[in-house]
């Protein structure tokens, strides 16, 4: 069976922001059986050495399947989909333009995204994060313009059918849902509520919520 170390505490600021939210809800869409290893971040556990046999960056989530370990999210999902034969395209051609749009989710929609969050996460504490918000507002608002006229004619990313590469971009758009930046791209905001309105994303959030024991509605 699958066994997902997902992370089982974090700091109340980064609950429905942890990236092993894209790997149970691959899961769930996928519909096979796993199971949760809920990883202790606060107490240290990822700094054990046991841990580090499975990820030597000491990050989550890692997929343990049957005694094959795998990390790093895209990674994961790629091999979920090729193993599944799910959520990918059966054609070469085709399979190559969901990888594009996952290392584009990755690599260049999540950079300026992922300092932003962490700017407004660490607020007074980073000394220079006032200043450099404005830019990376900007530098995010490029990309989102990009995906704004992608998305004019489709309903995901690489056409009429939802893959691994909407998994990654939703959920690298939710890093910043309450920054202020969606608001101005109304086919990003309404592709990202598409994605999130599937039942598996919703069983996803539920599970979550349980295992790290917040409010009902915490990571929404």
Not at 94 to 108: D, I, N, S
């Amino acid at each position: 069976m699958i066994t997902l170390y997902g992370f089982g505490r974090v700091h109340s600021k980064v609950v429905g922001l942890t990236r092993d939210l894209r790997v149970l809800w691959m899961l769930e869409e996928l519909g096979v059986p796993y199971r949760v290893h809920g990883v202790d971040h606060p107490a240290g556990e990822t700094r054990r050495e046991e841990y580090q046999q499975l990820n030597p960056f000491c990050q989550v989530p890692v997929l343990d399947d049957d005694g094959f370990v795998l990390t790093e999210t895209g990674a994961i999902l790629l091999y979920l989909a090729e193993k599944t034969g799910q959520l990918m395209p059966t054609d070469f051609q085709g399979r190559a333009q969901v990888m594009r749009w996952c290392f584009a989710a990755l690599t260049t929609v999540e950079l300026p995204m992922a300092q932003l969050i962490m700017v407004d996460l660490l607020g007074d504490a980073d000394p220079t994060g006032a200043q450099r918000r404005p830019g990376l507002v900007k530098y995010a608002e490029l990309h989102l313009t990009t995906l704004e006229d992608w998305l004019r004619e489709r309903p995901y990313l690489t056409g009429e059918a939802f893959t691994v590469a909407d998994i990654l971009m939703t959920t690298v758009l939710r890093e910043v849902r309450n920054a202020g930046v969606l608001e101005g791209f109304p086919r990003v905001s309404a592709y990202r509520e598409r994605c999130e309105a599937r039942p598996a994303w919703q069983r996803t959030l539920d599970a979550y919520e349980q295992r790290l024991g917040v409010p009902a509605g915490s990571a929404r």
